[in-house]
């Protein structure tokens, strides 16, 4: 199919098709490769420019030294992630772009999803752990050095960046579209960005985020903080966060709860197209009836150093419903624990067993010995059983669990100190990151044994993972939304409070995106706003 013939297949209306079970869905994700890549980059650029806001996610070939990626300083953080964007590479690049309907039911966005393979043609190191993560997940690495689509890093060799079809072009365009910027954890994939497409990364943190202010003014949003400060999810690796945010949204549709919801459509591919379509299905989240055990440490984090080996459940659908029903136990049990000291309050009026006891001893008086809070340290666990190491969002909720070090999606770890794989996870504990990480790993738990252990149903690339921090960004937007119902809102608004923040593993408080009086903007940046908007900012 010719270039003209896809922009109309993209953007005509009779080609989009509504998501009708909006508890499941089977997401078109779109294959970018150096043989299409030509042919598909109208309806890229199309799709980038005619959005509300575009969500990207990356995988890696490796990011290097875990505990370094970890230190207290976040300075020292900064400096061993350039050492990872110099020495390593993007081989996988996910772009997610959400445009709003504005004739359809509020909240409604069509969303197009490409998933980019890509071939560094300089020198890179690929670690041993990646290569096993990404394979166990289905990434195909003979495809990716016969097709990927090749770029170079760091500072613009041929002065081309702003024409032609290729990677670096495709980021300018990303650029000029001036939309706000969706990622997960997103310190590091900004890093690799920025390394790889962009210039050279500058020496100080505070330059760079200098230079990030200016090259998305529209904002950045980082979901990992938008779930562990404005949701509070129990858990906030990728993957949990999605379906979490997709029961919930579905849950209030289908009950008829006052709006607003988020609706997502997707395009119909029709022809030539729809042979560079992979559907990645994600489906309801099932019953917990019959299930086993579930493994406490991937509950927590999205991941587990036995992996496959681990003889407990990582299924987060079943994780995702015993920590409601956790909740729910724990609302009832605060009930009780309040009517019996009202009810017992009621009883001692008048009664002589009190007479002379001062007032503030009563109520320890009156207390259940299970209800004391020594014991009840204990009793709030749930299960009882099971050591709980879950954090609910405070920011600390870390073991290494949310730099991208270890986990889920980078082909090195989710938050891609969170989670990438169980190899990874060997390696960041003697490095003493504490157990590595938790959100990109996804390991190779992920898939049913024979004991019937069901984990991730291999919805796993970058580009269907850049789907779930979009659906996390518009669920999250919704429900920002709905709190704010009667003040006055900037319709270019999204989430105010969340705006230019990027979560921070095991810190209380975010990195702030902001151009410091103290710091100017580098002078590779400089050069390329002249490329990029021809100096006007």
């Excluded at 096993?132 to 890093?153: A, M, R, T």
Aim: aromatic share 8%; charged share 25%; hydrophobic share 35%.
């Amino acid at each position: 199919m010719a270039s003209s013939q896809i922009v109309p297949v993209i953007e005509a209306s009779s080609q989009i098709v509504p998501v009708i079970e909006e508890s499941s869905q089977i997401v078109p994700v779109i294959d970018v490769h150096s043989d299409n890549f030509k042919e598909l980059w109208p309806a890229i650029v199309v799709a980038i420019k005619t959005s509300s806001f575009i969500a990207l996610d990356t995988e890696l070939s490796g990011l290097g030294n875990r505990k370094l990626l970890l230190a207290e300083s976040i300075e020292d953080r900064y400096k061993a992630i350039c050492q990872a964007a110099r020495s390593r590479s993007i081989i996988s690049l996910g772009i997610a772009c959400y445009k709003k309907l504005d004739n359809k039911t509020p909240d409604t966005y069509l969303v197009q999803v490409y998933n980019l393979t890509l071939l560094c043609l300089e020198e890179y190191i690929i670690e041993p752990q990646s290569v096993q993560f990404l394979v166990q997940h289905g990434f195909d690495f003979n495809k990716q050095y016969s097709h990927g689509i090749p770029y170079c890093k760091g500072n613009n060799k041929a002065g081309t960046d702003d024409r032609g079809v290729h990677i670096r072009a495709l980021f300018t365009e990303l650029l000029r579209a001036r939309k706000p910027l969706v990622l997960h954890n997103g310190l590091i994939d900004m890093a690799f960005l920025y390394q790889s497409f962009y210039a050279h990364l500058p020496e100080r943190l505070a330059t760079f985020t200098a230079d990030l202010c200016e090259m998305f003014p529209a904002g950045i949003y980082d979901t990992k903080y938008v779930t562990e400060f404005e949701l509070r999810l129990t858990a906030s690796y990728l993957e949990y966060a999605y379906k979490k945010c997709l029961l919930d949204n579905s849950r209030g549709i289908t009950s008829g709860a006052t709006g607003p919801h988020a609706h997502i459509e997707f395009c119909q591919y029709a022809g030539h197209m729809s042979t560079y379509v992979d559907f990645r299905e994600c489906p309801a989240v099932a019953s917990s009836e019959g299930t086993s055990d579930i493994c406490q440490r991937f509950s927590a984090f999205g991941w587990c150093p036995n992996g496959t080996k681990c003889p407990l459940s990582h299924d987060t659908d079943l994780i995702i419903l015993e920590d409601e029903k956790c909740k729910e136990d724990k609302k009832k049990k605060r009930k009780r624990k309040r009517d019996k000291k009202k009810a017992g309050r009621e009883a001692t009026e008048g009664s002589s067993i009190f007479d002379g006891t001062p007032q503030n001893k009563i109520p320890k008086m009156e207390a259940d010995p299970e209800e004391t809070p020594g014991a009840g340290a204990a009793s709030e666990s749930c299960p009882d059983t099971v050591p709980q190491i879950k954090v609910e969002g405070n920011g600390k909720q870390d073991e290494g669990q949310s730099m991208k070090t270890d986990g889920e999606g980078n082909g090195t770890c989710e938050d891609k100190a969170d989670q990438r794989n169980s190899a990874t996870i060997g390696t960041a504990d003697e490095n003493g990151t504490g157990g590595g990480g938790g959100e990109r790993m996804r390991d190779s738990s992920a898939v049913t044994d024979a004991q019937g252990k069901k984990g991730d149903t291999g919805t796993h690339r970058a580009g269907f993972d850049a789907y779930m921090t979009g659906y996390i960004f518009a669920h999250s937007f919704a429900l920002a939304k709905k709190e704010d119902v009667g003040e006055a809102r900037d319709e270019n608004e999204w989430i105010p409070s969340c705006l230019n923040k990027i979560y921070l593993s095991g810190k209380a408080a975010p990195l702030n995106v902001v151009k410091s009086t103290f710091a100017k903007s580098s002078k590779a940046h400089v050069q390329k706003m002249v490329v990029v908007w021809g100096g006007k900012k």
